[in-house]
């Protein structure tokens, strides 16, 4: 893991940017996809795939690699984004996203892509595959750490729950969760589908050792991922706060953009707005 000084925070602010860029225009040319979850973890994985994890693009199956398990496989779009722009695949395969025989399906498929840890579809089976990673890791005696990303609607799911009193039981400290807490999903906000809160005290009573970050926030949440490690005889859950369709201001918060993709007009307008924010930050760079 490199240093985290201002400079680093910027390039991966770009890197962010990036990925949002890329996402936008694979989701305008699939035509179907998630857009407002996607960018709204562009910051996470842009901390993830250059800064936290320890890994190789180029050898993507390398034993010690940390593994990062995402549940929501819905928001694939900003995965095959971040992996392609560290090189684990050619940029110009992101137009291929949801094409009969891509292998960017529109959720991934662990035997198609190499780096994709696990297959997802439907929501919540991702925290029991970590959980079960986890547990193999440590009977191996191995060193890797295990990340799971997933969304805040997934844990109104009942697996999801047993899950995660399993892996509190079992003091997974190899384990961090990420729960993308943007309280939006396809039918409308969390809260009036079906309330979560209290979030928090839930993972407490289930043995989870609890950090709330402000997803956006790439310096935030590499703290909390840092401390998550420092963490021992728990599994760490950090709820972080996003902003659904975060960089582009007629998708922002806007839940009926859980499950749409913008058509040539809104993916021109959205794609300046994006290039508007990367001249900002290479202005701060200077």
Request: net charge negative; hydrophobic share 35%; glycine share 8%.
């Amino acid at each position: 893991m490199f240093e985290l000084n201002d400079a680093k925070i910027i390039e991966l602010e770009e890197k962010a940017n990036k990925i949002r860029e890329l996402t936008i225009s694979s989701l305008l040319e699939a035509g179907s996809g998630h857009s407002a979850g996607s960018l709204g973890m562009a910051d996470i994985f842009a901390a993830f795939y250059f800064h936290l994890l320890n890994h190789d693009p180029k050898n993507p199956e390398w034993d010690e690699r940390d593994r990062l398990v995402l549940s929501n496989g819905h928001i694939c779009p900003v995965r095959y984004a971040a992996m392609a722009l560290s090189g684990y695949f050619p940029i110009e395969e992101l137009k291929t996203l949801r094409k009969i025989n891509s292998r960017l399906q529109g959720h991934p498929h662990r035997t198609s892509l190499p780096g994709v840890e696990t297959t997802s579809g439907p929501l919540g089976e991702g925290v029991s595959q970590s959980i079960g990673i986890a547990l193999a890791a440590r009977l191996d005696k191995k060193k890797y750490h295990i990340y799971c990303v997933s969304s805040d609607g997934e844990h109104q799911e009942g697996n999801t729950w047993e899950a995660v009193m399993f892996a509190g039981k079992q003091k997974l400290d190899n384990l961090t969760l990420i729960i993308d807490r943007n309280n939006i999903q396809i039918d409308g906000f969390t809260e009036d589908v079906m309330p979560l809160e209290p979030l928090k005290e839930k993972y407490e009573a289930f043995n989870w050792h609890v950090l709330e970050v402000d997803g956006n926030n790439i310096r935030a949440f590499i703290d909390a991922s840092a401390q998550a490690k420092s963490i021992h005889e728990k599994p760490t859950v950090i709820i972080a706060h996003t902003i659904p369709g975060k960089g582009v201001d007629f998708m922002e918060n806007d839940f009926t953009w859980h499950g749409k993709t913008p058509d040539k007009d809104q993916a021109k307008k959205a794609l300046s707005e994006l290039r508007t924010l990367e001249g900002k930050i290479e202005s701060e760079s200077q």
